[in-house]
Structures are given as structure tokens and as C-alpha cells.
């Protein structure tokens, strides 16, 4: 059986050719619901076990069902702790995507628990056994590492983040990047001055060389912000999709 090829691939060959990728969000914990997502086209599929229904023991068969459809996905991780890292990447994640740093040093753990020693700190015990082993030095090239930029302290220390070796790829979380820098619920559509912070962080990352995500509300914003550089951007959520064709499909069914 062909193995999967890794999302984190997709992501670094989309970058190299100078392609956005457009991403889809999995919160649902429902392994046919997750099976589903990684059978479409989306360039990437990220399992969110932040704010997604999954958890750690959940996460393993939500990976598996994706497999099934050809994929190896990022998992965005719940906070920035070395043994969920590495849990996540023993399930069978391509990389994750860890939330709330805010410093060069936190993103440095993040970056180090992605890899195994001398480039890291990360701990051998792979769970996903029909894959074929990789050695350490193929895990640690593979592996994706995506530090989350949402808050005022991070953009102060944007500069030295962004320089922090083994990170791979900053991901902006506008919701709450505007929650923190005092703009409440405003976003880029109704403020310009929050308009003006993503533009900075976006432009700050296209400057260091360092691929840029934003997690987007809708596919217009994924377009809006694709066009101004982003190389990833995050267009839809399956449980958005599933209630978005569910009131469409009953609607039209009470159409006469």
C-alpha cells in the first residue's frame, strides 16, 4: 500500500513553488466526519485539539481515519508543552502548530520538542506502526513546526521569533492577536488599525523568509489575505461546512 504523503510536505512544496496552500480545520472528533476532510482537496488539514472536541485519546483513531484517505496532517497541540508535542507526533502528525508563544525561548521549546537529540529534545517512542520507521534524522526534516503569533507580546518579540532556529512557519491567530493588542472583536474589516497589525506581522514574516498562515473566518478572507502574501491560509472548518449544508439542504427540502 502507497503511504501517505505528509501535509508538511504538501506545505513545503507549495512554498517552493511560490503557491498558497489553502487549508481546511477539523475540530469535530468523529473519525468518519475527520476521514471526510482529508478526502478533499485541501492542500492542508489541520486537527485541532485546542479548541476541537478531540484529546488525547481520541487523537490517535481521528489520525488513523485521515490516513485512510491519504493524509498525514498538522495537529494544532493544546498549549505549548513538550509532552503534547511529542504525543501528537508519535500519533502520526506531520507537524504541529503550537499556540500562544509569545518569546524566542518559547518558541525554541516548541521547536526542540519537535526534534530528536543533538537537534532537540524530543523522545523516541513512535505510536503509528504500519508506517515504515523513520530514522531520527528523517523525523527531524520532516516535522513541521508552526509557532502561533496572537498576542501583543509575541509581535513585540516578532523579530527575535522569527530568527529562532527550527521553527518552520509562524501562523497568525487574528482573533485573538486583536483580543490582546486591546481591538476587542474588531478584525480587518472594520478596523483599520487591526487591518495594519496583520499587515505588519504578515510583512515582517515575508521579509525574515518565513512562511506565513492566518487562520481565516471565511473564504474571503482566505483570498483577501493570499493576495497580500499569506502562504496558508485556513478557508473552512467541518463542523461550519456540516451546519452551513444541513440549513441549506432542509431549506431547499421546504421549498415547494
Not at 122 to 140: F, K, N, V, Y
Not at 238 to 254: K, P, Y
Amino acid at each position: 500500500m502507497n503511504q501517505p504523503v505528509p501535509d508538511s510536505t504538501r506545505l513545503r512544496a507549495r512554498w517552493q513553488g511560490g503557491q498558497a496552500a489553502i487549508g481546511a480545520w477539523s475540530v469535530s472528533a468523529d473519525p468518519l466526519v475527520a476521514e471526510l476532510v482529508a478526502a478533499t482537496e485541501a492542500d492542508i488539514v489541520c486537527v485541532d485539539a485546542q479548541h476541537g472536541y478531540c484529546d488525547t485519546a481520541t487523537l490517535p483513531s481521528l489520525l488513523a481515519s485521515m490516513r485512510v484517505a491519504g493524509r498525514v496532517p498538522l495537529v494544532r497541540v493544546r498549549w505549548n508543552d513538550p509532552g503534547q508535542i511529542m504525543r501528537a507526533l508519535d500519533a502520526g502528525a506531520s507537524g504541529v502548530i503550537v499556540p500562544m508563544v509569545n518569546t524566542a525561548a518559547e518558541a525554541l521549546a516548541a521547536a526542540q520538542a519537535c526534534r530528536f537529540p543533538p537537534n532537540g529534545t524530543r523522545s523516541w517512542g513512535p505510536l503509528w506502526s504500519a508506517r515504515p520507521i523513520l530514522t531520527p534524522e528523517q523525523a527531524d526534516a520532516e516535522v513541521l513546526c508552526v509557532v502561533m503569533i496572537e498576542t501583543a507580546e509575541a509581535v513585540a518579540n516578532l523579530d527575535a521569533i522569527l530568527a529562532t532556529p527550527g521553527v518552520d512557519a509562524i501562523y497568525i491567530g487574528p482573533n485573538d492577536l486583536a483580543l490582546s493588542c486591546g481591538f476587542g472583536r474588531q478584525t480587518y474589516r472594520n478596523s483599520a488599525a487591526v487591518n495594519d497589525l496583520l499587515t505588519a506581522v504578515l510583512n515582517a514574516a515575508k521579509a525574515a523568509g518565513m512562511p506565513v498562515g492566518m487562520h481565516c473566518s471565511d473564504v474571503a478572507m482566505a483570498h483577501h489575505w493570499s493576495d497580500r502574501g499569506a502562504n496558508w491560509l485556513t478557508a473552512l472548518t467541518d463542523v461550519d461546512v456540516l451546519a452551513s449544508g444541513l440549513r441549506a439542504a432542509v431549506e431547499a427540502a421546504h421549498q415547494r
